[in-house]
Nanobody, 125 residues
Framework: VQLQASGGGLVQAGGSLRLSCAAS????????TAWFRQVPGKEREFVAV????????YFAESVKGRFTLSRDSAKNTVYLQMNSLKPEDTAVYCC???????????????????WGQGTEVTVSS
């Protein structure tokens, strides 16, 4: 499975962006997709996950209430809608995926077998 992330850019604080993560290759409807982000010099952190089985979502506390996830099954694409962006959301966002992810470990990088390239998000104050 190959993952292609896109949609990053420069936005003012309070603005919105929508990131896309398109999966190509063999993936099932239970395929789980997540987003992590990283600021240079800091550890990568979990942002959000979309569970393919049941379409449940889970968000980091730092983005809860501002970010949402959705999926277009026909396009094999998961979208991360980011609203009310803050300067601290500035990072390189990377989408990841795996066929089997359990809820309790969905925020761990090690839970994901496939990694896409990052897309840069910059939020100006």
């Amino acid at each position: 499975v190959q993952l292609q992330a896109s949609g990053g850019g420069l936005v003012q604080a309070g603005g919105s962006l929508r990131l896309s993560c398109a999966a190509s290759g063999r993936s099932s409807r239970t395929y789980t997709t997540a987003w992590f982000r990283q600021v240079p010099g800091k550890e990568r952190e979990f942002v959000a996950v979309f569970f393919g089985s049941g379409s449940a979502t889970y968000f980091a506390e730092s983005v809860k209430g501002r970010f949402t996830l959705s999926r277009d099954s026909a396009k094999n694409t998961v979208y991360l809608q980011m609203n009310s962006l803050k300067p601290e959301d500035t990072a390189v966002y990377c989408c990841v995926g795996s066929e089997t992810v359990i809820y309790s470990t969905a925020n761990r990088e090690s839970s994901y077998a496939y990694w896409g390239q990052g897309t840069e998000v910059t939020v100006s104050s």
